[in-house]
């Protein structure tokens, strides 16, 4: 499913191309399912940091069965797999389709507890959500976090792993009382609608963490929100618009603005990050909520649920 111009998923072509060639580091991959996210939806428009000539298939996360891999890589063919694919030397993509290379170190073996549709919703988001709560924002055992977006992909990991890695409660912020009742079943103690959510919040008690993939006007409020102490993790900007901070707002209560960006070609740790993540997701503790699955030719469908603020959980595709 390739992009072939930037005028948005509609204009997505589904196609016949050459298969991918693996190199000498790299596994070949029967791709079985492929998570559908943000990013895509950006790179459909020409509004992603990362911009490939066109044509390319987009695609940053897939789940399917290893058709070869380099001797000492730890894989072999029909081993099962979730990775973070690549084209040529550029990483992230590739993923919508039904072959997709990608590197040993971002390829990561599937326990038998998990199914590929499950696997392909682990990579991007469940290990951005480990790496803002766990190494960025430094959560603690006992500490409280609010969650805004919490109904979507990024927002239902961090809920999961704030629970699994200890924390006392976790709070979701939602636009409807529809996607607040599927943050509660993704394991969030409470929800609270977008509107006044500052206030509602305080009622509840005041938090350590915010984790904020929204951005936009938010995000002052999101400040409100937090104890002394406390840090608000920026993951990303979905509303579409990037925010300021008035820095007094950070003096007064010795508060912190943290970066998140989990970038995993420059990241050397991503298979810690995915043993750490293991225990809890064989165990059941971390579940990717489905929102829905499309058949690949599907996409432009898929990336408008996103478009349109209607995906609950995480979208995938199905090869």
């Given at each position: ?155 239902t990991a961090s809920i999961q792993i704030a629970k699994a ?155």
């Amino acid at each position: 499913m390739q992009i072939t111009s930037l005028d948005g998923p509609d204009a997505m072509e589904f196609a016949d191309v050459a298969a991918p060639v693996a190199g000498s580091d790299q596994v070949l991959i029967k791709v079985h399912a492929a998570g559908a996210s943000f990013p895509q939806l950006l790179q459909t428009r020409g509004l992603y940091h990362v911009k490939p000539p066109l044509p390319y298939a987009p695609g940053c996360e897939v789940a399917g069965e290893i058709v070869s891999a380099p001797k000492g890589s730890r894989f072999a063919p029909g081993d099962r797999v979730a990775a973070l694919p690549m084209i040529g030397k550029i990483p992230m993509i590739g993923g919508f389709a039904e072959l997709a290379v990608a590197t040993a170190d971002m390829t990561f073996a599937l326990p038998k507890e998990i199914s590929f549709v499950e696997a392909a919703s682990l990579p991007l988001n469940y290990l951005t959500a480990y790496f803002a709560l766990i190494e960025r924002g430094g959560m603690a055992p006992g500490e409280s976090v609010l969650v805004q977006g919490a109904a979507g992909g990024i927002g239902t990991a961090s809920i999961q792993i704030a629970k699994a890695f200890g924390a006392s409660r976790v709070i979701a912020v939602t636009s409807t009382p529809e996607k607040g009742a599927a943050a509660i079943a993704a394991g969030a103690d409470k929800y609270v609608l977008v509107d006044g959510f500052s206030g509602a919040v305080k009622e509840l008690g005041s938090v350590d963490i915010v984790v904020d993939p929204v951005g936009g006007n938010r995000l002052t409020d999101s400040l409100r929100t937090l104890k002394e102490g406390g840090r608000l993790l920026v993951v990303g900007f979905t509303s579409g618009e990037i925010p300021t901070v008035q820095v007094n707002r950070l003096l007064l209560n010795n508060i912190s603005v943290v970066g998140v960006g989990f970038v995993p070609e420059r990241h050397r740790h991503l298979q810690a990050e995915w043993e750490a993540i293991m225990p809890h997701v064989r165990s059941g503790t971390l579940k990717p909520v489905i929102g829905a699955t499309y058949a690949l030719n599907d996409a432009a469908v898929a990336l408008r649920e996103i478009d349109q603020r209607r995906a609950v959980g995480k979208i995938v595709l199905t090869v």
